[in-house]
């Protein structure tokens, strides 16, 4: 099937070239991010594959829709930047990687957990210029301390299983998180109000939906302990930025380690070194200290890579044979 795949990074290429041997796919690489502006970019295409900060609304369906394409093939889990009805009422089956490496983004948001709290990354600067002075790098133990996660999915589970080997309580709040499957796991299931009341660290692992849209605002920042860390490897818009950056200034978030942004899409995989950003809360939010940010890397380790490319290649090979495929988005899905 000819495919055109967006936002193609030079890491991506090797491991893709790798598993199209003999696949029969037929994939063009192409650097750009699919856009209303470079839709038209897949004329002559049947599928296209695309990545997070690809852009999948109405209006660059429909213009994909009338260039033919049928099957868009997400190597990625979540879906939340597609709209999926319109991808359904136009004929175009979507495709996704349902889980690749939940270790991987698991064990990254431990390291941002650990980078905060014991401010390796400030103490690795210091030691370069000679000053061993201990001010300011005071850190606590995460053994006997309360985690709390949201979403206990794969990468939720994935996370639990890593802290309480730290020796930390788990709470969990998952809609569909029963009492026995937690207690199964070591952890507690709880409703989120308990959760932030009595959360050292609060970690997200929810997909975006509409309701879980800005989960930490206002409101849910004022129910958490007074110094607490808050981590999002999720999705940007789990988190009201500029709610955030209030709680940092006044002190009573503790620490923000993300690795995802909710206007990610204007700076993300990208080197943007030379250049002026020009978004002032993303700025605003690199001035803290106790803040930490990593641009989506969560999932990036040669497992996830090797899995993310079997997956997609083997969804594009599925589809093309039998017209269908088992990870197909369908609306009914949450995001
Ligand atoms: P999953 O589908 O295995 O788990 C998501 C869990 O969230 C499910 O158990 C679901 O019941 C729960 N959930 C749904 N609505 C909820 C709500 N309102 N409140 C609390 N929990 C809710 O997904 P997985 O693989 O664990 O991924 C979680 C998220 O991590 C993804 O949605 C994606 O946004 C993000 N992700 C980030 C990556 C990165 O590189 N930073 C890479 C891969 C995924």
Redesign the pocket.
């Known amino acids: 099937m000819k495919t055109l795949m967006f936002s193609t990074q030079s890491y991506e290429r090797p491991v893709f070239d790798r598993v199209l041997v003999n696949s029969g796919v037929n994939l063009v690489y192409q650097k750009a991010r699919l856009d209303l502006s470079t839709a038209s970019l897949t004329e002559g295409f049947e599928a296209i594959c695309v990545f ?1 900060n690809d852009d999948l609304s109405k209006d660059v369906l429909l213009r994909l829709d009338e260039l033919n394409i049928k099957l868009i093939a997400l190597r ?3 879906f ?1 930047q597609v709209d999926v009805e319109t991808a359904e009422q136009s004929g175009i089956t979507i495709v996704r990687v ?3 490496s ?1 270790e ?2 698991a064990e ?1 948001t431990v390291a941002m957990i650990m980078s905060l709290n014991r401010k390796t990354h400030k103490a690795w600067n210091r030691v370069r210029e000679g000053n061993f002075n201990l001010h300011g790098l005071l850190g606590f133990n995460l053994c006997g301390h309360t985690a709390g996660l ?8 994935a996370t639990a299983k890593i802290l309480l080997g730290f020796g930390m309580d788990v709470l969990a ?5 029963t009492d026995d499957g937690a207690k199964k796991l070591g952890i507690k299931s709880v409703e ?1 109000d308990q959760l932030y009341q009595q959360s050292d660290i609060v970690s997200l ?5 509409e ?2 849209h800005h ?1 930490i605002n206002c409101t849910s920042l004022a129910q958490m302990k007074p110094g607490a860390m808050l981590i999002n ?3 940007g818009a789990l988190i009201d930025t500029p709610a955030v950056i209030r709680a940092l200034k006044a002190g009573d978030l503790g620490y923000l380690g993300i ?2 942004y909710e206007q990610e899409g204007d700076l993300f995989f990208r080197d943007l070194s030379e250049e002026v950003i020009q978004d002032d809360v993303f700025q605003r939010l690199l001035t803290f200290p106790n803040v930490m940010v990593t641009g ?5 380790t040669r497992e996830a890579l090797e899995s993310i490319a079997n997956t997609t290649v083997n969804n594009i090979k599925t589809f093309e044979r039998t017209g269908s495929c088992e990870n197909t988005v369908k609306p009914q899905l ?2």
């Open positions: 997070v990625c889990a979540g939340n349902p889980a690749y939940p991987a983004v990254h949201i979403g206990m999915g794969a990468i939720g589970r709040y998952d809609p569909f998180l989120l692992h929810c997909p975006l939906t309701d879980t989960l490897t999720s999705r690795d995802v989506h890397q969560g999932f990036f949450i995001g």
